[in-house]
């Protein structure tokens, strides 16, 4: 099937659409994403001797692994949505110039 | 860092908390010894250790199926003996209870209620594991719970929040039935007085 995608209405409705950045509804807890999740991403060593319990309960681990494959799933369709445009051929249109 | 790793990062801090909750958190430290780092490689170490953290007295066995026919086997299973003093207790009270009661440990509204905790606990995600409740009640056993797993359970990290809700479950029956026990025995209702029996002599 032939896809044409008309950058200029494209454009048009991109400026028309009010922007709304996707939110995750439940609340993270700072302790685990400020503290114990940068070390884990610098992949420094981190022990339980070293985690301040008082700091989360016990489902809060539970929403950050939520928080992150909702993360993922919006980076997924994001990067589905970026190879499909790409994936459409330019081609030229004649337009009409009045000088 | 990739999904597993946080994926196990969780499970552990979870798992830690859950027992951190109950005063079981040293029990797990001293099993793990120094492999306590929060890593995927650990997850499984301490998922196993978090099992036998729970209740006071836990055996973990390996069990090789049985054949049951000639080309048939029972599927081989690990089998978790779990045992606590607060199980002994609650059956203790529980016996003392039915006995001022009179009734059976079937008609023992609190028996009955850890039952049902028990079976709510035990509802896991993974289907291939099952259980048997104990209660003490047939003739030289004591209260504890058995675990079967097979071989494709894998909701090891579910196991310690369910022996904790367990526990709970106990502690709670423990203060309810000693508030029962200490209340003064009912009234004992007198029997209506017989007519005393008039001798008649023999004619």
Redo the contacts between chains.
């Keep these: 099937m032939r896809k044409v995608l008309d950058l200029g209405e494209l454009h048009k409705q991109l400026r028309q659409t009010e922007e709304h950045e996707p939110h995750f509804d439940e609340e993270l807890n700072p302790y685990l994403l400020d503290t114990v999740l940068p070390q884990l991403e610098g992949e420094e060593p981190i022990r339980l001797e070293q985690i301040d319990f008082d700091q989360f309960d016990e489902e809060d681990p539970f929403t950050i692994l939520d928080y992150y494959y909702w993360r993922e799933n919006l980076c997924n369709t994001m990067r589905h949505i970026n190879r499909r445009i790409s994936d459409i051929l330019p081609s030229c249109v004649k337009t009409r110039a009045f000088l | ?1 990739d ?1 597993d ?3 196990a ?6 798992m ?3 027992l ?2 109950h005063g079981k ?1 040293n029990r797990l ?1 001293d099993m ?1 010894g120094d492999c ?3 890593t995927w490689d650990n997850q499984c170490m301490v998922e196993r250790f978090a099992c036998e953290s729970v209740f006071q007295n836990t055996k973990c066995y390996e069990q090789c199926g049985k054949q049951v026919s000639h080309h048939a086997y029972e599927p081989d299973r690990e089998v978790y003996v779990l045992r606590d003093p607060l199980l002994d207790r609650f059956h203790a009270l529980c016996r003392e209870y039915e006995s001022r009661r009179g009734i059976t440990r079937i008609e023992n509204p609190y028996a009955r209620e850890l039952e049902d905790a028990v079976h709510s606990a035990m509802r896991l995600s993974n289907y291939n594991f099952d259980y048997l409740w104990v209660d003490g009640s047939e003739a030289r056993k004591s209260p504890k719970l058995l675990l079967f797993l097979f071989e494709e359970f894998y909701s090891f990290d579910e196991i310690p ?1 369910a022996l904790c809700d367990i526990l709970d479950a106990c502690q709670s029956g423990i203060r309810e039935l000693e508030q029962e026990l200490k209340k003064p025995a009912g009234k004992v209702i007198a029997l209506p007085s017989q007519p005393a029996l008039k001798q008649k002599e023999a004619a």
Excluded: F, P
């Design positions: 860092m999904e790793t946080l994926n990062a969780m499970r552990i801090l979870n830690a908390k859950v951190e909750s958190l430290m793990l306590t780092e929060i929040k």
